[in-house]
């Protein structure tokens, strides 16, 4: 084939290539100037319309609903209605552990079974981070409790024996003082109110107890941060607690939950919204979070359980398509797990005060048993008869005692010994730790650590259950055999 005969063969096919090439154009030049469209940003948009629409505050105020999830079981979270609890108010100023002091302050508290004659048959059940003093339903308020089939006639606290007091703590936002009260000058605190730590949460609570005459608590009980304030009311208050449950808890935070408790605070600040914690007359930063409570969400479960309910499976279109593999992905929430999450952010944004996540998760971040932390606040515990002074080389104490239940660690931590040091307050109270061998949030090993350190701090009384299952560190909220069964046997 000569010269000519090639290039009228190759100019033959160019009309051809030159149309293909242009309908290839045409197809790249719409699908660059069609507009992409993103429903999960939208949602913060259209959020963000219905609190203008409806006020933020009347909606939180009113909403009483329990949050739920259809997919699996989930801890319920209600707003109370401030006629479904008992309020008692301090007048008197409250020193804080950071040098701050409140003018006065109120706790929120409800109440369940009788107060007997002597008033020595009371549990105070610490809570976590965002629970209300609603533990179980009442009269006042039927609605279900964070803590529901724990409380109650034969159930882990039997009210057929016991008195049990719920509060919310310093810092919340359900009937408690917190950042979002008024002051005295009748101005909001927000970013105002003072760094609180774990201990002052626990000194407001005994408050209470002072003023319903309890002078000695039959145990004090609680789990997540909870377990972190049945702890410090040992340490305070030796002689006016008979036992202590903590469980999925720790004596001191671990970098890793710092971490991740700042993540979240990180997300949250970051919203316009939040505007340095002064948005009360304003639009709350509902965005950030939701964000916060989605990170959290994946510390509170397990990726074992996580893999049972949801796996790799899609999400139904709203078309009322079933998930197809096959079908194009987005950039919005295409798997079960993401919408799961999306769920849970979605269900507690408006539910609970930022600035209360803020500073209550902050208090978790400082909580610190080891000697030196302790001596550094100058802290101090409250007995009857002269304190024993805290010192490192305390006699009492004695190499840490192996275990059955559980494997001794490879090497114990270099802070090891200045926490039994600093828990030596607690030797003479029995007490119960509970662990999760799922839990990321409160890893096993930190109550291992707990009870290795209580043992070497000479306590004798200190009984320690490791549970398995998938749900982590909530399983405290959903485990009612095992959880439930070991504190009604301690209890009882």
Not at 97 to 111: N, W
Not at 219 to 236: E, F, H, I, K, P
């Amino acid at each position: 084939m000569n010269l000519i005969t090639r290039n009228s063969f190759r100019l033959r096919g160019l009309p051809h290539r030159l149309s293909s090439l242009t309908s290839l154009r045409q197809h790249a030049t719409c699908a660059t100037t069609a507009t992409p469209t993103f429903p999960c940003v939208d949602a913060h948009a259209a959020r963000e319309s219905r609190i203008l629409a409806s006020s933020f505050y009347r909606y939180s105020q009113t909403d009483t609903r329990a949050s739920s999830s259809d997919s699996g079981p989930e801890p319920p979270y209600a707003r109370p209605n401030p006629l479904s609890y008992n309020t008692y108010h301090h007048q008197y100023p409250l020193e804080l552990t950071y040098g701050s002091t409140l003018p006065s302050f109120d706790i929120a508290y409800e109440t369940w079974g009788i107060l007997s004659p002597s008033r020595d048959n009371v549990i105070l059940l610490h809570t976590g981070l965002s629970a209300s003093s609603h533990a179980a339903s009442t009269e006042l308020n039927p609605t279900e409790g964070w803590w529901e089939k724990f409380i109650g006639p034969g159930r882990a606290l039997d009210t057929n024996n016991f008195f049990v007091i719920c509060t919310n703590v310093l810092g919340g936002c359900y009937g408690s003082t917190g950042p979002s009260s008024l002051d005295p000058e009748g101005q909001r605190y927000a970013t105002r109110f003072p760094i609180i730590s774990i201990f002052d949460m626990v000194q407001a609570q005994f408050k209470l107890l002072d003023h319903l005459g309890v002078q000695k608590l039959y145990a004090s009980v609680g789990s997540s941060m909870g377990g972190m304030q049945s702890l410090a009311a040992g340490w305070l208050f030796p002689d006016r607690v008979g036992k202590i449950v903590s469980i999925s808890g720790t004596a001191r935070s671990s970098p890793g939950s710092i971490a991740m408790r700042h993540a979240q605070r990180s997300v949250l600040m970051a919203d316009s919204n939040w505007n340095n914690g002064f948005y009360y007359d304003n639009l709350p930063p509902h965005t950030g979070m939701k964000l916060a409570r989605q990170i959290a969400t994946i510390t509170y479960r397990s990726g074992p359980e996580w893999d049972q309910r949801f796996g790799r499976k899609l999400r139904e279109l709203k078309d009322g398509q079933s998930p197809s593999p096959s079908r194009s992905p987005t950039l919005c929430p295409d798997f079960l797990i993401e919408t799961y999450l999306d769920h849970q952010g979605e269900q507690f944004c408006l539910k609970y005060d930022a600035n209360s996540l803020l500073y209550i998760s902050k208090a978790m971040d400082l909580f610190d048993l080891t000697l030196p932390a302790l001596q550094e606040l100058a802290m101090t515990t409250t007995t009857h008869a002269p304190p024993s002074p805290l010192t490192s080389s305390s006699s009492s104490r004695q190499s840490p005692v192996p275990s059955k239940s559980h494997p001794p660690p490879l090497h114990y931590a270099p802070h090891f010994p200045e926490l039994s040091a600093g828990l030596e307050p607690l030797k003479s109270i029995p007490i119960l730790v509970l662990g999760v061998q799922s839990d990321i949030l409160f890893p096993v090993e930190q109550q291992r650590e707990l009870v290795d350190a209580l043992r070497m701090a000479g306590s004798t009384q200190v009984s320690y259950f490791e549970l398995g299952g998938v749900w982590g560190h909530d399983t405290f909220l959903l485990d009612v055999l095992n959880v439930g069964g070991a504190v009604r046997g301690f209890l009882s």
